[in-house]
């Protein structure tokens, strides 16, 4: 074949095991800034890139989800399958595969390199982490390694930035060199025994390369799997099944013992292992954090520490800024004309956004720890601890990743549930990752611990504040774990399936990956600040100021703003949900509050500081916390916001799936069309049912108990 | 009317149109493709 001409455009598809460094090579081949993670899972759907050459000419890359091989049994791999073989919903066939492989764990990488081999498409092999290899003493023969597997092989750190240059270059010429092929031969009885079933996996049109590859893995595959859902191709696997059988053959294990037969070989040739393993210090740390009884308390020692750092580290700056915004509210309130737009500005938008603004700071603590934890590799570790539970509970384990991007948003995590293949396990996954407290509770969270938990210490270094948090993320966590196993006997039985779970090395975080991921955080959260909340608030705003109540001079300047806001529209509104709210000890303002933050939860803050604003325009400097706590009964004079409401509150927003994007993401991931919308109206109904029945028996039991009922 | 009530009053109509028009992505989102969550784009 001859070489792409200068200026011409090459396609080239990225895939390779989760955490071998993938995206981080994405990265550095096309300068974007795809997500990172030490676990694995992160990418879930394909993102392209560009790759400009010097020659005029581009690579377009794609970067595939990460998976242990190609099938088109689970929806991410099928996903790799359909692209490596030009029939996904656009037909964007690579003109070279990208193989990225980690060199600490080549041997269980060969494995899918072996399958992508079989397809015949011009493939390079990106060797990456050879810096960790290295160091732990593990030789490799490069030149011995591309004469076994006939592709060209380069050594790559993607995280420096090392080995780019030739790997373009390789890519760049890969379309010259011969197809890649099977380097490893079946038993002839197998090949006879298999060649019915792979006819009829090309005659559903499959590719006779990928019919080859697909008809070995099903030999293995559950009789769920997504491959065997035509009759014709379920009943030529039985056959083959049967034949193989007769001859000797274990069906189950034809796969796997030719390829890591193969991969062995190559291995023998080409690695050479140190003497003795190294790392002992890595499997030292393991001993302890995931001992059975010591792994969840260094867990929970970990998490307690990360919650309270949120508070402790982000006060000074959650103090600067809202000095500034009281400044400002007060500056424009003194430079601007009294009237309608200036209570627009200072009552509306200020106040309301203003109030969310505020946590900035603990936004982006809070992923800074948990980026830390990510690329450290203590993630996967938790993933370990959580695995045992979730396994007790009849979770799949694939369940975690998706689980633990929920922490952060809902809706990756429900997309990310296209990496688990039983489409059950995939629906309870689906219907319980909006239980994990997301990012957008931390606002509401923050304002109400800071406000009426006092921070009196518990442990060194854990204040009541910290454990009040921690709580929260916690109870969320567990009752998903709960509700995950109340689904998986009842509505959506299933049997448990395990997971192969892979330790990472620990590594030292990258300050500049920690960068990025945390600037991407706070760059969303402002975003959001600035659009969807600034709008609300806005919204919000004029709700609570029209319709116009004329001004009675027996009232004061305070009970006339107060009889305003209860004549306005949202006033009214208010009052209509309140019988809703009582039982749960909310007033209308919270009832109200409530209602609007369905669009994000964020918005229960902003609300709450508009209807402050415009109740309180007499001090455009107060910040809503210190509000909420001078908050006073018109009649009794008692404070209207105790310790234990806040407690109610925060668990009813544990619970309750107040976000229009997850119900979206719902009905899409679990459908589509009625049956997708059935599922979303389940999810919303029991969480909202949840959300109800524990608050009002946290504030039941919290009065019978007479806790946290003052100021 | 003040025009500065009709101002404020321009603004909260643009604030509006501008929700009306993402609650319709999302209601479509959940019909058809693409998620509609800013924490994840």
């Known amino acids: 074949m001859l070489p792409p001409a200068p200026g011409e455009t090459l396609r080239v598809a990225i895939i390779g095991n989760p955490n071998t460094g993938k995206t981080t090579l994405f990265n550095a081949l096309t300068g974007l800034r795809q997500r990172v993670g030490n676990f694995a899972g992160v990418t879930v759907e394909r993102v392209e890139g560009q790759v400009r050459l010097p020659d005029g000419g581009q690579l377009v890359v794609l970067d595939l989800p990460g998976s242990y091989s190609l099938s088109a049994g689970s929806p991410d791999e099928r996903i790799a399958l359909e692209v490596l073989l030009g029939q996904g919903r656009d037909p964007w066939r690579p003109d070279v595969v990208l193989v990225v492989v980690d060199a600490v764990h080549l041997e269980r990488n060969l494995f899918l390199a072996s399958q992508v081999m079989e397809l015949g498409l011009p493939m390079v092999l990106a060797l990456n982490q050879v810096d960790a290899a290295e160091s732990q003493g593990i030789r490799i023969d490069v030149p011995e390694l591309i004469h076994r597997l006939g592709v060209p092989v380069v050594p790559t750190v993607a995280k420096r930035g090392e080995g780019i240059d030739p790997l373009i270059r390789a890519v760049r010429t890969a ?12 038993p002839a009885a197998a090949d006879a025994a298999l060649a019915p079933l792979v006819a009829q996996l090309t005659a559903t049109g499959l590719p006779r390369a990928g019919a080859a590859m697909e008809a070995l893995r099903l030999l293995a595959a559950p009789a769920d799997d997504g491959g065997l859902a035509a009759p014709a191709v379920a009943a030529a696997r039985d056959t083959a099944v049967a034949a193989l059988t007769a001859a000797g053959l274990p069906p189950a294990r034809l796969e796997s013992s030719a390829r890591f037969g193969w991969i062995g070989e190559v291995m023998a040739a080409a690695i050479t292992h140190p003497a003795r393993p190294a790392a002992a210090w ?3 740390i393991d001993a302890v954090v995931l001992h059975r009884v010591w792994g969840p308390a260094v867990f929970l020692l970990v998490m307690g520490l990360v919650f309270q750092g949120v508070f402790t580290w982000a006060q000074p700056m959650m103090d600067g800024i809202e000095g500034v915004l009281g400044q400002l509210g007060g500056w424009v309130a003194a430079a601007m004309p009294d009237g309608t737009l200036e209570s627009l500005v200072v009552d509306g938008v200020i106040a309301g956004v203003g109030a969310v603004v505020v946590f900035l700071p603990q936004i982006a603590i809070l992923f800074a720890f948990i980026g830390v934890l990510e690329h450290s590799g203590y993630m996967a570790r938790a993933a370990f601890l959580m695995d045992r539970l979730m396994r007790r509970v009849g979770l799949h384990g694939k369940s975690f990743i998706p689980m633990l991007s929920g922490y952060a948003c809902a809706v990756p995590g429900i997309m990310a549930t296209r990496t688990i293949e039983a489409p059950r396990d995939r629906l309870v996954t689906i219907l319980v990752v909006p239980l994990m407290s997301c ?15 006092p921070a009196r210490p518990l442990l060194p270094g854990l204040s009541l504040q910290g454990a009040t948090m921690l709580g929260m993320y916690l109870l969320g966590t567990v009752t998903a774990l709960a509700m995950a196993a109340l689904f998986k006997r009842t509505l959506l039985r299933g049997p448990v399936r395990p997971m192969i779970l892979e330790l990472p090395p620990y590594r030292w975080p990258s300050v500049r990956s920690l960068a990025v991921s945390v600037a991407q955080r706070c760059q969303l959260f402002l975003r959001r600040a600035g659009t969807v909340i600034l709008a609300l608030s806005i919204v919000l705003w004029a709700m609570a100021t029209w319709p116009r109540l004329p001004l009675d001079a027996a009232r004061t300047p305070a009970q006339q703003q107060e009889a305003q806001l209860a004549h306005s529209a949202l006033g009214r509104a208010g009052h209509a949900i309140e019988p809703l709210v ?13 209602a609007a933050s369905f669009a994000a939860r964020e918005v229960f803050v902003s609300t709450m500081g508009t209807i402050y604003g415009v109740g309180d325009a007499e001090h455009p400097e107060a910040a809503l916390a210190e509000r909420l706590r001078a908050e006073r009964h018109p009649t009794t004079g008692a404070p209207v916001y105790t310790p234990l409401m806040a407690v109610a509150l925060m668990v009813f927003y544990v619970y309750a799936l107040m976000c229009m994007s997850t119900v979206a993401v719902t009905v899409r991931e679990a459908g589509g069309g009625r049956l997708g919308w059935t599922w979303a109206g389940v999810q919303f109904g029991y969480m909202l049912v949840l959300a109800y029945g524990a608050s009002w028996l946290v504030l039941a039991v919290g009065r019978a108990m007479g806790w946290g009922t003052g100021a | 009317m003040s025009g500065d009530t009709l101002l404020a009053g321009a603004v909260v109509v643009v604030a509006a ?13 959940g019909r058809k493709s693409a998620g509609g969550c800013d924490h994840c784009r």
């Open chain 1, 282 to 284: 890595s499997d030292r």
């Open chain 1, 439 to 453: 990012s957008a509770r931390l606002p509401v969270y923050a304002l109400l611990i800071g406000a009426f938990i």
């Open chain 1, 582 to 594: 009582r039982p749960l000890g909310f007033d209308w303002k919270v009832g109200v509050s409530i």
């Open chain 2, 17 to 29: 149109g501008y929700l009306a028009r993402l609650a319709w992505r999302a209601w479509g989102a």
């Open chain 1, 175 to 186: 379309t010259t060199l011969p197809g890649p092929v099977r380097r490893f031969a079946l």
